[in-house]
């Protein structure tokens, strides 16, 4: 059974950090392409970085300098490691799993395991 749960959530002031972990189980995490989304409140849900099994990245434009995405394949786990936060990162924080070893696309249709989601609330 495969499973994806999020976890390292929580509230912060602008400016401050989180790490996000996504521990996997039930399949081959290591050749799957990793990605974090998130939604909003009243938004759509939008990717947010990815990373393909050789750790090459991708990220949106929105954190990009400010977001690491990682992996330890040894622990089947991924990070989001969120730095410098805005009140316009507040969102549920979803990781999922995609069966290719790259990762070219946000549109979630092509993910096929999704975690339950950990909220993230920044004030200003």
């Known amino acids: 059974q495969v499973q994806l749960v999020e976890s390292g959530g929580g509230s912060v002031q602008a400016g401050g950090s989180l790490r996000l972990s996504c521990a996997a189980s039930?399949?081959?995490?290591?050749?799957?392409?990793m990605t974090w989304f998130r939604q909003a409140p009243g938004k759509e849900r939008e990717g947010v970085a990815a990373?393909?099994?050789?750790?090459?990245?991708m990220y949106a434009g929105s954190v990009k300098g400010r977001f690491t995405i990682s992996r330890d394949n040894a622990k089947n786990t991924l990070y989001l490691q969120m730095n410098s936060l805005k009140p316009e990162d507040t969102a549920m924080y979803y990781c999922?799993?995609?069966?290719?070893?790259?990762?070219?696309?946000?549109?979630?249709?092509?993910?096929?395991?999704w975690g339950q989601g950990t909220q993230v609330t920044v004030s200003s």
């Open positions: 999922a799993a995609k069966d290719t070893n790259y990762c070219n696309t946000w549109d979630e249709r092509a993910y096929n395991y």
């Open positions: 039930g399949y081959t995490y290591k050749r799957y392409c």
């Open positions: 990373i393909d099994s050789r750790d090459g990245t």
